[in-house]
């Protein structure tokens, strides 16, 4: 089977444009990564959106961005899952072009989310929970959040403090990430003091909401033209998990069986083991999500992911590195295009062009988004060629 490569990759800064529309933001990113990829042009495209419906009140993405891009006449069409939307966008990407449906792929995540403010907003993010049993109730997936981590702080008696270390180890990467929300480090003072966003969650227990536009250019390693003179990423390993979407419905919500499979089946893909990989870019929506996926992942034991936080530069403790350029805490979270962030943001760290937030001798990336508090579960593996 022929190497499927990342070609080309663009991102829009996270954060709030007002000033921007949806198609103005993706168009940006596509024009980044289009350029990036030496002209090569894209016969079939996916968006990754979960929001603009309601948000931006539009909808018909696949046409809307192909007309303004100039793609008119290529197969587009948006990609609907949650939080794992852009991690779900990638894959169909990924499958037309191993299936030889498409020669070239654009895959574009574009969330706007400031197109609609205040309680407006936070209604919207609670479609992404089963509306009938969940929502209904006014459980946003902020309130699902605290719900597990209450669980989890009965079910193992963690220092409710440990948890601190994963926005933290998020706040250092940031720092030098230009595309970054928020580019400030976060002390563990600040942290402690920091207000309550939902007991027993705080303020910097959860990532921002936010705007932003990622884009990939997806190929087979034979048609590359040979103007690109970047390193080239392969997608190794690609799984897409689904689960049940209500907490109520699940044997045991502490156990993210989705994620577990999908890193199982991506790696099984790749031929490789979770402990094989260089850095991990996981799915931090909350501190208690980034110990739950750890778990998932095999990287800790049941109970005992909160232990590998530790407020250090690009890394934790006894493991390796995470959310190395912020993640969705310091990052910001852009909702759907949060999945192709993560890949532009591997690809940059095994092309060797991360700067200061460079993991060294980077070969191999696990990079996973997640929809419904799990419900969806996307990972892939992203390997280095020589």
Known sequence: MSDVVIAGIG?????????????????????????????????????????????????????????????TGIEAATIEAGGAS????????????????????????????????????EAAQMLNVDSD???????????????????????????????????????????????AMFRNALSAEAYEQASQGGQPLNMFDIAPVADGAAALVITRRELLPAEINHPLVRISGSSHVTGRLALHDRVDVLDLEPARISVERACRQADIRPGDVDLFELYDSSSIMAALTLEAAGFAPRGQGWRLAQDEQLGLSGLLPISTFGGLKARGNPGGATGIYQAVEAALQLRGEAGANQVLHARRALIQCLGGSAANAVTHVLERLA
Request: hydrophobic share 50%; proline share 5%.
């Open 11 to 71: 991102q829009m800064p996270v954060g709030e444009h007002y000033t921007s529309s949806l198609r103005g933001l993706a168009l940006d990113a596509i024009d980044m990564a289009l350029k990036d990829a030496s002209g090569l042009t894209p016969d079939i495209m996916y968006v990754a959106n979960m929001l603009a419906p309601v948000v931006s009140h539009q909808a018909h993405l696949g046409a809307l961005i192909a007309d303004y891009a100039g793609l």
């Open 86 to 121: 852009g991690g779900a966008a990638l894959r169909m990407g990924y499958l037309a072009v191993t299936a030889g449906a498409a020669d070239v792929a654009l895959v574009i995540g574009v969330e706007k989310i400031t197109d609609k403010l205040g309680t407006g907003a």
């Open 133 to 179: 049993w969940e929502a209904v109730q006014g459980l946003t997936p902020n309130a699902q959040a605290a719900l597990l981590m209450q669980r989890y702080l009965h079910e193992y008696h963690p220092p409710r403090s440990a948890f601190g270390g994963f926005p933290r180890v998020a706040h250092a990467n940031a720092v030098s990430n230009t595309f």
